[in-house]
């Protein structure tokens, strides 16, 4: 039962342009929803997050969207870096929840090509 | 302020036997969650610890257990190792009661099993 998907297992973006990745989830008990970057050989690391009460957050050359009907999150970077290569992971939170535990999709690799 | 820290980095184990993976938290956390990442998919949440008392469980069979000590380091305890164990296993530490955001994760102990 994957309650967040990640459809595209790898992008590959051109230095300078945008770089969009996306994710769905099935559980409408999400309120809290996360991006995460990962490089190799390092733990995820925090990127950007948004609420559900909000349809979107944006931080420096990163901006998430939500689209709470369609159940639909995007992760917009612009412009893209090379530095920006790695496995990006969207993540949700109910906070009804006890626990604070986060539901990972498989991630995105994303490429930024010179 | 030290970051998360796990040991080993790497370890091979055989089917059937039990292993042991440690977490050290950030400090001032007094919160570890473990995931278990296996390869090509997103972490999946396996359970947190709260001041010492698990605190949530994801779906994960008994003989995967844990601890955390006074200074809220924590350990992850696998009995009777299977093939499918074999993950990138990481912990997460943050401040019960901070916004989830606040989770920082460390590198990971990889976990091979034969």
Request: glycine share 8%.
């Amino acid at each position: 039962d994957q309650q967040v998907k990640q459809n595209s297992p790898s992008l590959s973006v051109q230095e300078g342009r945008i770089s969009i990745l996306n994710c769905d989830y099935t559980n409408s008990m999400f309120d809290y929803f996360l991006w995460y970057k990962k490089y190799p050989a390092e733990g995820p690391t925090f990127l950007i997050s948004i609420s559900s009460i909000k349809d979107k957050n944006e931080d420096g050359r990163f901006t998430v969207f939500l689209n709470k009907s369609a159940k639909h999150l995007s992760l917009h970077i612009v412009p893209s870096q090379p530095g920006d290569s790695a496995v990006y992971f969207c993540a949700a939170s109910d906070s009804l929840q006890g626990a604070q535990k986060l539901v990972f999709g498989q991630g995105t690799r994303l490429t930024i090509n010179p | 302020e030290t970051g998360v820290t796990q040991s080993p980095t790497h370890l091979i184990k055989t089917r059937g036997q039990q292993v042991t993976l440690r977490c050290s938290s950030q400090s001032g956390h007094n919160t570890v969650s473990w995931y278990q990442q296996a390869l090509g998919q997103g972490p999946q949440f396996i359970f947190q610890y709260y001041r010492e008392e698990e605190n949530g469980r994801g779906n994960f069979p008994p003989r995967f257990s844990g601890l955390q000590f006074p200074n809220y380091s924590s350990e992850l305890n696998v009995n009777a190792l299977e093939l499918d164990d074999s993950a990138l296993y990481l912990c997460a530490s943050h401040s019960g009661g901070t916004s989830i955001n606040e989770q920082f994760f460390g590198p990971g102990t990889r976990l091979t099993v034969l």
